[in-house]
């Protein structure tokens, strides 16, 4: 089971929703709304994501890979709302 970092949950505050260890086989985190409505799940399990990079190989090599996601992703993540852009804002 994924451990929902800090780092993702002051992000979730910031945009309004609530994020719980996904129940969803392969996905790190459900994302719900205030009202606790299921929006979707994100987060592919067995990857590495920003705050996990930053606690096990440190800053550089978390900004170094958040550069290469944020380059790899560019298409996902511009539709605010959506699945990636979510992933985006909450895991990088």
Not at 12 to 17: E, F, H, Q, T, Y
Not at 40 to 56: K, M
């Amino acid at each position: 089971m994924y451990r929902i970092k800090p780092y993702t949950l002051k992000k979730a505050r910031k945009l309004g929703v609530k994020v719980l260890p996904s129940t969803r086989p392969g996905k790190k985190i459900d994302v719900y709304s205030k009202t606790g409505q299921y929006i979707t799940s994100v987060g592919a399990r067995g990857y590495y994501d920003y705050p996990t990079y930053l606690e096990y190989q440190g800053r550089e090599v978390a900004e170094k890979r958040r550069k290469m996601y944020k380059k790899r992703h560019a298409a996902d993540r511009i539709v605010k709302g959506s699945r990636g852009w979510l992933a985006d804002q909450l895991l990088w």
